[in-house]
């Protein structure tokens, strides 16, 4: 008997191995789910039929934090190969050097101090490289967020690598290029003002431009594109525009805007030190109405804001220029909610109008996406902006998160559903489940041009700083076109749990010798007690 039951639990042992090495059960417990992927990623490695290669540029001598980045892309990588065993771990570092010279990827500079005080640098690569049927993506892992700490920066780099990852292998996946397009024909920045925007959204789509028509075959002209952009337009639109737009919404088209509710100049504004502000009428404000938003004809002021070289010395021969606070020139704040903001920078953007929800209960969705500090102000128009106006009464910046900048999302109602259409069309007046951003400055996408080169978008010559424009408006885009989810990866949140480093320091010697001391000191109390019972037992 005794042997039959011991064949009977060898064979049960072994039918478990053997089944455990064709079917791995893998159980998260953790609370923010950091070692599950999304239905989303696990589907695209469902759908590989080739070998994927992931080559990690991330090695060599790392600190604590780039090695905690480390594990968590090497955990990453680990589940990619549970879900498809055709994935492929390469680690080699002539691969690796090789790779870095022919993508021209530059190195990230680590400043750290040395325990006899001086200060050591150290190049990270922090990349990986996705290969799959001849083509490769390049994913970068770190996030840089000047306004956080380095930890932080770290532990969003960790909340973010499923995205990275799932956003190069989706780039990998696509049999053909989307397109969007800029639209002209009503004063929109030109091509060189938006050529940093183009650059970095050519890398995920082929970008075209073009103007409207007016007649029957305009109706459709939209329809190839995945995301209508309209940067800073200066001029009225048509009926007939206006018609051929909101149904291509209708149609499930999506449109970036980027709206001025204000008109003024910026040459006048320079030469002459002043310039009259008043109304932006594009008689576009009816039909956003519709949509269930609003371009406020006003301008918001910050006491969080870009500096402006000004002639403070009272003696023209002599000019001193001092960095005062310019008010029109806020620096918004990004929404931690929405994937389109989340972790990144501080938005440049001058002379902005307030943005603002209406419809009550519409069904739509709406996010704010950037906002004021919590020093700020309306200025209404007509109004006169005034550069000498450098020291407004601070008392009045009462008003706190002021939106500019806000994401839609729903079914929308078409503006012409009681309306005679102005072309021959079949009409639709309730849109596709769809999106819409509509952000209340031109500003925020437009860069400037130095020694004939094209600045970053949201790069500030005077300061030297790089904000979040680019970012901001390269996920906008990501997030309007998005139909598989992939963005609200970028909403997953790992949890920082750091230690007091002014605790950890104070007592280092005691909290060594509770944690090297009390798993002996268990074990001790264990054996002793287990030799008082059996003692007793036995006696």
Known sequence: ??????????????AINIAAHFVVLRWDMTE???????????????????????????????????????????????????????????????????????????????????????TAQTEVYPYVVLSYKGRRAVLTLLSNNRSLSGEEN??????GLEYSFAEGLHQLLQDSV??????????????????DAESQLSQYFTVERGALGNDSAAMTALDPYKVVIIADPQGAFSDTDKFIIDQYIMRGGRVLWLLNGVQFSTDVLTSEG?????????????????????????????????????????????????????????LLLTSYQSPITRNCMQVSATFASPVEAVGGEDGIRKNILLAT????????????????????????????????????EGQFESFFKHRIAPLPAVKQDVSLPTKQVVMGSGSIIRN?????????AGYDRYSGMQFGNRDVIVNAVLWLADDEGLMDLRKKEVTLRLLNDQIAHSYRTGIQIATIGSPVAILALIALIVGVVRKKRYE
Not at 1 to 14: D, F, P, Q, T, Y
Not at 60 to 65: C, F, I, R, T, V
Not at 178 to 195: D, M, N, P, Q, T
Not at 373 to 396: C, E, H, K
């Open 178 to 195: 989307s397109k969007i397009a800029f639209l002209e024909g009503h004063g929109e920045l030109e091509e060189r003002y938006v050529w």
């Open 154 to 159: 770290l532990n969003n780099s960790i909340a």
């Open 448 to 456: 400037e041009w130095q020694q004939n080169q094209p600045l970053p």
């Open 274 to 330: 002043y310039t009259p502000a008043i109304a932006l009428d594009l008689r576009l404000s009816d039909m956003l109405f519709r949509y269930g938003v609003r371009v406020n004809p006003a301008l918001v002021q910050d006491q969080q804001c870009l500096p402006v070289p000004v002639n403070v010395s009272s003696d023209p021969t002599t000019p001193n220029y001092q960095p005062l606070p310019w008010y029109y020139a806020p």
């Open 32 to 118: 923010d789910k950091r070692y599950s992927l999304s239905e989303s990623t696990k589907q695209m490695l469902h759908s590989l039929d080739e070998p994927l290669t992931i080559t990690s540029l991330l090695s060599g001598d790392l600190n604590s934090g780039f090695q905690r980045l480390q594990k968590a892309e090497q955990e990453i990588e680990q589940e990619f190969k549970v879900h498809n065993a055709q994935c492929r771990l390469q680690a080699d570092e002539e691969l690796r050097a090789r790779l870095i010279e022919e993508m021209r990827l530059r190195p990230t500079i680590i400043h750290e101090r040395e325990k006899d005080g001086k």
């Open 373 to 408: 500090s919590t020093a700020s102000r309306l200025i209404g128009v007509p109004a006169q902006v005034d550069l000498s106006d450098i020291n407004p009464d601070l008392t009045t910046f009462k008003y706190s998160y002021i939106p500019v900048a806000m994401s839609l």
């Open 1 to 14: 008997m005794k042997l039959r039951s011991l064949i009977i639990g060898l064979l049960a042992v072994a």
